[in-house]
């Protein structure tokens, strides 16, 4: 089947622009999450979405970030006012709920802030 | 000090040899274990869970010590398509909710012909 599926891709942006990117989790699964990768760092927790539960947004970085997820499905990381530093890997993972199963992550999106 | 920690390497190892990758954590109340790979450019996969009892999948040996809040790898046999960075993982449950990986930075594997 499908797996995780993110776009765009890539994304090149200037400082100061908003960004959207989109995250489409494998059918069925309930639990969804956002991470990033920067340059020489691991991987950071930054949302996650369980079924109609309020998300846990502990991880975001600032308020400058905001995470939906529509109708328990997609889900739309947005990066309002870019800045350089939030040039990274943004990666989207899904799972069935519990802590023993595995999430499967998409191949990410590149986002470069100029 | 970082959640989980793992040394970064790189491991440049000949073919056919055995690597061991370590890694420690910092909250005892971690609860899920799991070591991921990371191909160049690619998105992490599972490779293997960890149980306190330890496990075996082929090649792949994974060892947890609770006590010590210890995670090991142990690759056998190494093979040139196991070049990849390997994460140490682990979640923490907040009562029955976020289930969220917290990632080591990642031990880079190199195998040599």
């Known amino acids: 089947g499908a797996g995780v599926s993110q776009s765009p891709s890539n994304k090149v942006t200037e400082k100061g622009k908003d960004v959207e990117l989109r995250c489409d989790p494998i059918?069925?699964?309930?639990?969804l999450y956002w991470y990033r990768q920067s340059l020489g760092q691991g991987l950071e927790f930054l949302i996650y979405?369980?079924?109609?539960?309020?998300?846990?947004k502990s991880g975001l970085p600032s308020d400058r970030f905001s995470a939906e997820r529509t109708g328990g499905s997609v889900s739309t990381l947005t990066i309002q006012r870019t800045q350089q530093e939030d040039s990274a890997v943004y990666l989207c993972?899904?799972?069935?709920?519990?802590?023993?199963?595995?999430?499967?992550f998409g191949p990410g999106t590149r986002l470069t802030v100029l | 000090r970082k959640e989980v920690e793992q040394d970064p390497g790189p491991f440049n190892v000949p073919e056919g040899a055995t690597v061991a990758f370590n890694c420690t954590y910092s909250?005892?109340?971690?609860?899920?274990f799991f070591w991921y790979r990371q191909d160049c450019r690619k998105e992490p996969k599972l490779l293997m869970s960890?149980?306190?009892s330890g496990n075996e999948d082929g090649r792949f040996t994974a060892q947890l010590n609770r006590a010590s809040q210890y995670i090991s790898l142990l690759i056998r046999d190494s093979k040139l398509s196991d070049s990849a960075t390997y994460l140490c993982?682990?979640?923490?449950?907040?009562?029955?909710?976020?289930?969220?990986?917290?990632f080591g930075t990642g031990t880079l594997l190199a195998v040599q012909p």
């Open positions: 979405f369980q079924g109609n539960s309020a998300p846990d």
């Open positions: 993982v682990v979640t923490k449950n907040y009562g029955g909710a976020t289930n969220k990986l917290i």
């Open positions: 059918s069925g699964h309930t639990a």
């Open positions: 960890v149980y306190s």
């Open positions: 993972a899904s799972s069935w709920p519990g802590q023993y199963n595995e999430q499967f």
């Open positions: 909250n005892s109340a971690s609860q899920s």
